[in-house]
């Protein structure tokens, strides 16, 4: 194992990560810090950052510094975005920090910056075709995402500070102001011909600016799921937030709840634009990002070209397991055996067949994961960690019938609390209910044929699931199963569950 940070510099805000990295590329976050720097505003009318802006720069930097000598950081990795890409005296701004620091800053192009966006996501989410949007302090990138890969990107310099020193939207906007600010931002998209592709795609929202909109719709719906990567709105849904807060003014907006209050002055204006956006190409929908450019720098870091052909679900399920320091080659043990379970009980044209199957080899995977709390309610404790993990490719419901069916599988009649519930429908909650038969069945044959698996039989007969297991291992497992499970196979697979020796 050894530690590595990213510290970004931001226009609006500086922020340093560092994780733990083990030796299967796996991390863990260990200690993070923010400072909002603001160093957007501290260029001056000769494009220079001003000594007050190299000052903040310097003390957060020396401050990070020794927060990652604290945490045995044996790398760090820092890179700067449009404040110092703009600043004509960056040359003197990267020697005085090297001189100061011993600290080597990387300034990232515009078409880097949106890379590293288009990484995270790549990384964190499953979806092929998407437009990007990262709107930072000082500029804008807007990507153009198709079968995973970019095909167009552009780095503007309408960030959230230019944009509001152009349209302070300060008090409640009128009609001319918000028909003068559509006018200037359809502007700037005319000249991105390449936008055209881009028509009914969903736009994936990164920053600070996108996370806001997410924290407000949450807080406006109360949605109970403590999760933000991935929460999707419909453009009509976004619609609202955004006339919503159109009508209020600064003071108003920084008691706006969901909106972090460094950033209430800044704000309007950046989502108009990303409004705008998805009203240019006709945007379905919206997903939000809760990762950007320094998740994009660790992932390039760990898995560089194997990012293309990376299992993302897998990716990050083995994450949680080695955080939780528990059994890689175990859990696919279970997963294996669910597996086959799996494609004797269900009929291949069932509805929810793919679904199933992809959360049934997920739950397996996490199956112990609750005791790395306690052995006692371990499943409880599963599915508290599975719902405020980073588990990418998976829906925030997908996440929650994940935990529910480990949950399920340790007490058959584990019953969700009513704001989890309302979640998810019948059908789904029967696919959680047949998950945990599935994955408990598994886990108890494992635990006591540990090293007789192969010897294994399955019979599915049309009115009977049939295991037949070593005799001589059999006495073993009396009374091992739930009370329940005679009952619950039959009710979820309308077969009679039958263990037999040899």
């Known amino acids: 194992m050894k530690n590595i940070a990213v510290i970004d510099i931001g226009s609006n805000s500086m922020r340093v990560l ?57 790398e760090i990795i ?72 970019i095909l167009n990107g552009v780095s503007l310099p309408l960030g959230s500070i230019p944009l509001t020193k152009l349209f302070p939207f300060d008090v409640p906007a009128d009609k001319n102001t918000i028909s003068a600010f559509n006018k200037f931002i359809f502007n700037e998209f005319d000249k991105l011909p390449w936008l ?4 009914n795609l969903p736009l994936i929202g990164i920053g600070g600016t996108a996370r806001s909109i997410g924290k407000i719709h949450k807080k406006f719906i109360k949605y109970p799921l403590d999760l933000l990567h991935n929460y999707t709105m419909l ?106 379970f799996f494609k004797y009980l269900e009929k291949p044209n069932y509805e929810f067949l793919e679904l199933e199957y992809k959360l049934l080899g997920a739950a397996a995977k996490l199956h112990d994961l609750g005791i790395s709390i306690s052995i006692k309610h371990a499943y409880k404790h599963s599915l508290y960690i599975i719902i405020n993990s980073l588990i990418s490719g998976l829906t925030h419901k997908q996440i929650l019938m994940l935990g529910y069916a480990i949950a399920l599988s340790g007490k058959f009649d584990y019953k969700l609390s009513d704001e989890y519930k309302n979640i998810l429908r019948k059908e789904e909650i029967l696919i959680c209910k047949k998950i945990s038969i599935i994955l408990c069945l598994a886990h108890k044959i494992d635990k006591y044929f540990y090293n007789s698996l192969s010897e294994v039989t399955i019979i599915n007969q049309k009115d009977t699931f049939k295991l037949t297991l070593p005799k001589s291992s059999v006495k073993y497992m009396q009374d091992s199963l739930p009370v329940e499970m005679d009952e619950n196979f039959k009710k979820c697979f309308n077969k009679k569950l039958s263990i037999i020796p040899l």
Not at 38 to 50: A, K, M, P, V
Not at 102 to 117: N, P
Not at 121 to 144: C, F, P, Q, R, V
């Open 18 to 74: 560092v994780y733990e990295i083990y030796k299967n590329n796996s991390f863990k976050i260990i200690d993070e810090e923010k400072r909002m720097t603001r160093l957007g505003q501290f260029i001056d009318e000769n494009d220079n950052l001003s000594n007050e802006g190299i000052g903040k720069l310097l003390i957060t930097l020396e401050f990070f510094k020794i927060l990652c000598e604290k945490n045995d950081v044996v």
């Open 196 to 199: 055209k592709l881009a028509q």
């Open 235 to 340: 453009f009509d849904e976004v619609k609202i937030i955004h006339e919503y807060v159109l009508n209020l003014n600064t003071n108003q907006k920084a008691k706006l709840k969901g909106l972090p209050r460094e950033r209430s002055d800044i704000f309007t204006a950046p989502f108009s634009a990303l409004v705008m956006l998805m009203n240019y190409c006709n945007c379905p929908a919206f997903r939000i990002s809760q990762y950007g450019i320094r998740e994009g720098v660790l992932y390039e870091k760990l898995l560089n070209k194997d990012l293309d052909n990376l299992d993302i679900l897998d990716y990050s399920l083995n994450n949680i397991l080695t955080n939780n320091d528990l059994n890689i080659s175990h859990a696919e043990k279970i997963r294996d055996l669910s597996l086959v």
């Open 78 to 149: 820092v890179v700067a975005t449009e404040a110092i890409r703009r600043a004509k005296n960056r040359d003197h701004i990267l020697s005085l920090v090297k001189k100061k620091t011993k600290l080597d800053i990387r300034i990232l192009s515009g078409i880097e910056e949106s890379a590293y966006g288009y990484i995270t996501i790549k990384a964190t989410m499953d979806i092929k075709d998407a437009l990007l949007i990262d709107i930072g302090g000082s500029s804008m990138e807007i990507t153009l995402m198709k079968d995973k890969k």
